[in-house]
């Protein structure tokens, strides 16, 4: 591609950028937002997110399993020293 043929492209593409109405251009920007990964799984892949996932499946099971045994865990009978 020639840099003529690329400076004509270029001018091409903002004249239908700018002759473009306002509340277009707008809504699409909003969309692409709107479809756009976090950022998190953007910089790190999916790892942060199953992390997360397996922290809070940990958490509900400990709540679960402190239930079922009484919350008797934290109590521990000391013995007297001598």
């Given amino acids: 591609m020639k840099s003529e043929d690329y400076v004509k492209y270029l001018t091409t593409e903002m004249m239908k950028y700018i002759d473009e109405p306002k509340e277009i251009r707008r809504e ?3 969309q692409r937002k ?3 990964e976090p950022w998190l799984v ?3 892949g ?3 997110m199953s992390f997360s ?3 809070d ?3 509900v099971r400990r709540k679960q399993f402190v239930k079922w045994r009484g919350n ?3 109590k ?3 013995r007297r020293k001598r």
Avoid: G, I, S, V
């Fill in 76 to 78: 521990r009978k000391h």
């Fill in 46 to 48: 999916l790892m942060p």
């Fill in 34 to 36: 709107a479809e756009r």
């Fill in 72 to 74: 008797t865990l934290h």
């Fill in 28 to 30: 699409r920007r909003l």
């Fill in 42 to 44: 953007r910089w790190f």
């Fill in 57 to 59: 499946d940990l958490q």
């Fill in 53 to 55: 996932l397996w922290n």
